[in-house]
């Protein structure tokens, strides 16, 4: 039977003349559909396959053993057997026993840790730490905890690793000797950083987007907080302050940790110290040799065997004094909202993996010049609170306890609001801590 469609065709003389087909014609067409049809069929099948069994996207050149054809950042995981510095029984991690050849041991190091060497230039680990016990003061545990996490914000924003130590290293050296035995221990645990920064417990950044100029540093190997003519001419022992620095991981640093040392309390001439430092810097206050006049002592008497490699910085608060910048922190929160009302990119909400990317921004259209002191437009970076004591409750006779913890409170805030505004939150009033109010979508340009 003819359907009637079919017998329309084949009875049309124009069917005839516009679509007749020859049999080869007919032939090739039909293959050409089997083919699609098989196709699609192969199509089908593979697609069931691949929902099933995801396809692996990894590129085989990227299989390799070889840690030098590692494409895919730092790899933790890769730790040859070849000896290295850790294998030498004689090596300590302890303040007494000198580091010998630290530049060529961990170079080897680098060098059979590959992955580690781009980026090491200025990679940096934090240090920083507090007392082992409990606090006397009631609100003194709050408080180091507050400063150590805007260590940790600062830290985590800027891709440093930070490592916090609550116990002695050494039986001796106590109070503000500790540190330099967890910077000492630090170096050797951290091969793959090329500085290591000490930061008191009781200083915390105000400017989380800045970073330290390490290009201006390059040719030095200790970099602190100073001015070279209140060293040598004022000879004062308030020079530099050794609570915040950054030291080089090198022969030259393991050596100068060693003589530095060599004023602290392991060396039997430690009450002679204090008393040759007071005989130079006769502002010092009290008896005992610290660690701040003995590293302005080896500034002062060796001058062409330390200060070429050290670094006083003063053209910013590397650390400042928080009395005085904590009266103007209202103020230069001010500025810095009206930078915002200015420029929108500003106000735009990010991520905060990449809020180097903004702070870059303000630096160069707003910042660009302006110095880091004080009455500056810029933020201090590190205020200190020297003189106040969160744990112990002990402070500085020219001001009471309730103007060190209630400053302290505010810096934190204020630095805190730096860190929270990406979270969608800030404190509308740095004198308290809680709750945190929601930020409107276009802040500051747009009111509460």
């Known amino acids: 039977m003819v359907s009637p469609e079919t017998s329309h065709f084949q009875s049309s003389p124009m069917a005839k003349y516009a679509g007749a087909r020859t049999k080869p014609t007919i032939c090739f067409n039909d293959v050409v559909l089997f083919l699609g049809g098989a196709f699609m069929s192969l199509i089908l099948v593979w697609s069931f396959f691949s929902f099933s069994n995801p396809p692996n996207l990894t590129f085989n050149a990227d299989k ?3 840690p030098t054809k590692c494409t895919r950042g730092i ?46 230039e200025n990679r940096t680990v934090m240090i920083t730490g507090s007392q082992s016990g409990p606090c006397k003061n009631p609100i003194g545990d709050h408080l180091l905890l507050r400063f150590f996490k805007n260590k940790v ?27 330099l035995p967890a910077v000492k221990a630090a170096m050797i645990a951290h091969p793959e950083a090329e500085w290591i920064w000490w930061v008191d417990s009781d200083a915390l950044f105000t400017d989380m987007d800045f970073t330290p100029p390490f290009h201006r540093y390059r040719d030095h190997n200790l970099v602190v907080h100073g001015w070279p003519g209140v ?18 991981n090198c022969q030259w640093s393991m050596e100068l940790i060693d003589t530095w040392t060599s004023m602290g309390p392991v060396s039997p001439d430690f009450a002679k110290w204090g008393q040759i430092q007071r005989s130079i810097f006769k502002d010092k206050l009290f008896p005992e040799s610290d660690d701040q006049t003995a590293l302005i002592y080896l500034l002062f008497k060796h001058k062409e065997v330390y200060y070429p490699k050290i670094y006083l910085e003063g053209e910013f608060y590397f650390e400042g004094y928080w009395l005085e910048i904590v009266p103007g922190l209202d103020n230069i929160t001010e500025r810095y909202l009206e930078m915002e009302r200015e420029d929108a990119t ?8 990449v809020s180097e990317r903004y702070g870059a921004f303000r630096e160069e259209r707003f910042l660009r010049g302006e110095s880091g002191g004080k009455g500056s437009k810029r933020r201090p970076f590190v205020t200190h609170f020297t003189g106040c004591q969160p744990c112990s409750g002990d402070h ?40 945190l109010q929601p930020v409107p979508f276009d802040y500051p340009d747009e009111p509460w």
């Open 396 to 435: 500085n006779k020219m001001y009471n306890g309730d103007t060190c913890w209630n400053g302290m409170i505010k810096a934190i805030n204020f630095a805190d609001n730096q860190v929270m505004r990406r979270y969608g939150f800030v404190h509308s009033d740095l004198g308290k801590t809680s709750p």
């Open 346 to 353: 500003l106000r735009r909400r990010h991520a905060e993996k």
């Open 75 to 120: 790899d933790m995981r890769y730790d040859p057997t070849d000896p290295v510095f850790y294998d030498d029984p004689d090596l300590t991690y302890t303040i007494e026993k000198p580091v010998k050849n630290w530049d060529e041991k961990r170079k080897r190091w680098l060098e059979l840790h590959p992955s580690f060497i781009p980026g090491s």
């Open 231 to 248: 060293v040598y001419n004022d000879r004062s022992w308030t020079a530099l302050n050794a609570g915040v620095f950054l030291i080089r």
């Open 153 to 179: 914000d600062y830290c985590r924003i800027h891709g440093y690793d930070i490592f916090y130590s609550n116990a002695l290293l050494h039986p001796k050296m106590n109070s503000y000797w500790a540190k």
């Open 64 to 66: 390799t053993d070889d």
